[in-house]
């Protein structure tokens, strides 16, 4: 069974920093690419970036909101997905998911989604 | 970027009911479109991807067809379990994008 768990959500002040983690279970983690994706209080969903596959280098993708600031990371040796969250603004707060890209449409949806960590950024 | 706009962005109905949410894109996407259930306080759940394939798992109640810059999430008859919120998801290019979402409620 497919499972992602996200942790290391909570309160930082803006301008502070957090890192996010991701435990997949359940699949060969290196065989996929690997979204975060977040949604604000009473919001919808926004995507934060990618981490496509080792066969493609682990490369990354960013939306423009988070780009520079943000940074995505993987270690196989741990089977773990990072998200490296810098210079923090209170737009930033939302619930963060850690989602698997589906194979079988090319890596255009999101088959698998954690259960997703909480960000407050608040002084 | 591509903008997904979709409608209603809130309807309600009855159990039984036929329900269509349509989702058009701000340019055309081919195929490359996604759609997710998300009931409160709970992950998303992909219902079809690829525009009209359904992701195993999902009951055949649940449907999604068009191409290009319109498509249409269709479900036969409401459950009630089917009361949540649907949202259309975009990969043709980057950045990933999602539409703002329906949210369906009881009658």
């Known amino acids: 069974e497919v499972q992602l768990v996200e942790s290391g959500g909570g309160l930082v002040q803006p301008g502070g920093s957090l890192r996010l983690s991701c435990a997949p279970s359940?699949?060969?983690?290196?065989?996929?690419?690997m979204d975060w994706v977040r949604q604000a209080p009473g919001k919808g969903l926004e995507w934060v970036g990618r981490s496509r596959n080792k066969a493609n280098r682990y490369t990354t993708e960013y939306a423009a909101s988070v780009k520079g600031r943000f940074t995505i990371s993987r270690d196989d040796s741990k089977n773990s997905l990072y998200l490296q969250m810098n210079s923090l603004k209170t737009e930033d707060a939302a619930v963060y998911y850690c989602?698997?890209?589906?194979?079988?449409?090319?890596?255009?949806?999101?088959?698998?989604w954690g259960q997703g960590t909480l960000v407050t950024v608040s002084s | 970027d591509i903008q997904l706009t979709q409608s209603p962005s809130f309807l309600s109905a009855s159990v039984g009911d036929r329900v269509t949410i349509t989702c058009r894109a701000s340019?055309?996407?081919?195929?490359?479109l996604a759609w997710y259930q998300q009931k409160p306080g709970k992950a998303p759940k992909l219902l079809i991807f690829a525009a009209s394939t359904l992701q195993s798992g999902v009951p055949s109640r649940f449907s999604g067809s068009g191409s290009g810059t319109e498509f249409t999430l269709t479900i036969s008859s409401l459950q009630p379990e089917d009361f949540a919120a649907y949202y259309c998801q975009q990969l043709l290019t980057y950045p990933i994008t999602f539409g703002e979402g329906t949210k369906v409620e009881i009658k």
């Open positions: 359940g699949f060969s983690f290196s065989d996929h690419y």
């Open positions: 989602a698997r890209a589906g194979e079988s449409s090319g890596w255009r949806d999101f088959d698998s």
């Open positions: 340019q055309g996407i081919s195929t490359n």
